[in-house]
Nanobody, 129 residues
Framework: QVQLAESGGGLVQAGGSLKLSCTAS????????MGWFRQAPGKGLEGVSC????????SYAETVQGRFIVSRDNVKDIIYLQMNNLKPEDTATYYC??????????????????????WGLGTRVTVSS
């Protein structure tokens, strides 16, 4: 059974930083394109970032471009999302997700939910003003 788990969320003041991590059981993350998504209270799911298996493509939504950095450690099999200069509008539950098909992470398009069949339960990030 595939299980993804996010960690690292919490409460932070505006301007602060958090680093989210994503691990898995039943799935080797290094073999997969990985995505980060978020859902703010009362809003729909937003694709935040994605990273290819060898980190040659890293994509970001415009809302986080220049502030968030996605990375992966293929030895430890962990995916990270470094979030800097956080804003109250970044408050959301953040999810990592694993794709099955290759080539779903594009430098020009935000990650799409339907391309990622495996999801974690999310970690909550709250940014106070």
């Amino acid at each position: 059974q595939v299980q993804l788990a996010e960690s690292g969320g919490g409460l932070v003041q505006a301007g602060g930083s958090l680093k989210l991590s994503c691990t898995a059981s039943g799935l080797t993350l290094r073999h997969h394109v990985m995505g980060w998504f978020r859902q703010a209270p009362g809003k729909g799911l937003e694709g935040v970032s994605c990273i290819t298996e060898r980190s040659d493509i890293r994509s970001y939504a415009e809302t986080v471009q220049g502030r968030f950095i996605v990375s992966r450690d293929n030895v430890k099999d962990i995916i990270y999302l470094q979030m800097n200069n956080l804003k109250p509008e970044d408050t959301a539950t953040y999810y990592c997700a694993a794709a099955i098909r290759p080539l779903v992470c594009s430098s020009t398009d935000d990650p799409v939910e339907s391309d990622y069949p495996h999801w974690g339960l999310g970690t909550r990030v709250t940014v106070s003003s």
